[in-house]
């Protein structure tokens, strides 16, 4: 069985990098938003045309990257949504609460201190992971009954 995995949220970290790592060998399609933040924030006027206005500049890039982004989370088994401490990732939590009505499979992602802040997201989650090897274990332990270490 192939386990189709979106992962969604903080870009100024590489902890994609270290599930994609960690998850070698397991029969998982990854796919993720852009990444690039710049592209990120750039697609709307560059495919749509220049906005002299910041507001709808940034309108245009969400707009476009949200289709990107429902198309990924659609496609998912699992959606996992990380949290970084360094900024305040509203999108993430947007992706965190359109997956758990689409009724996918939720992986939340933080550290410790923001457990508080994050409480109704963590609620729709079926696992909240503090590092991503535990979602490495996690989605180990799905394809294949597999606990870390055996």
Same mark, same amino acid.
């Given at each position: 069985?192939?386990?189709? &995995?979106?992962? #969604?949220?903080?870009? +100024?970290? /590489?902890?994609? /990098?270290?599930?994609?790592?960690?998850?070698?060998?397991? $029969?998982?399609?990854?796919?993720?938003?852009?990444?690039?933040? $710049?592209?990120? $924030?750039?697609?709307?006027?560059?495919?749509?045309?220049?906005?002299?206005?910041?507001?709808?500049?940034? +309108?245009?890039?969400?707009?476009?990257?949200?289709?990107?982004?429902?198309?990924?989370?659609?496609?998912?088994?699992? &959606?996992?949504?990380?949290?970084? /401490?360094?900024?305040?990732?509203?999108? !993430?939590?947007?992706?965190?609460?359109?997956?758990?009505?689409?009724?996918? #499979?939720?992986? &939340?992602?933080?550290?410790? $201190? +923001?457990? +508080? !802040?994050?409480?109704?997201?963590?609620?729709? !989650?079926?696992?909240?992971?503090?590092?991503?090897?535990?979602?490495?274990?996690?989605?180990?332990y799905v394809l294949g009954g597999a606990l870390p270490g055996a």
């Amino acid at each position: 069985m192939t386990l189709r &995995v979106y992962l #969604s949220g903080e870009i +100024h970290t /590489d902890w994609r /990098d270290q599930i994609r790592d960690g998850s070698d060998g397991l $029969d998982i399609e990854f796919s993720s938003p852009v990444t690039d933040h $710049d592209a990120s $924030d750039d697609c709307g006027i560059a495919i749509l045309g220049a906005e002299p206005n910041k507001y709808w500049r940034d +309108h245009k890039g969400a707009m476009v990257n949200a289709i990107r982004t429902r198309k990924g989370i659609s496609d998912a088994d699992v &959606v996992v949504v990380r949290f970084g /401490d360094k900024y305040k990732q509203w999108n !993430a939590a947007f992706d965190a609460g359109y997956a758990a009505a689409l009724g996918k #499979s939720l992986i &939340v992602l933080h550290g410790p $201190d +923001h457990q +508080h !802040a994050l409480k109704e997201v963590d609620a729709a !989650a079926l696992a909240v992971a503090e590092e991503p090897q535990q979602v490495v274990d996690i989605l180990r332990y799905v394809l294949g009954g597999a606990l870390p270490g055996a």
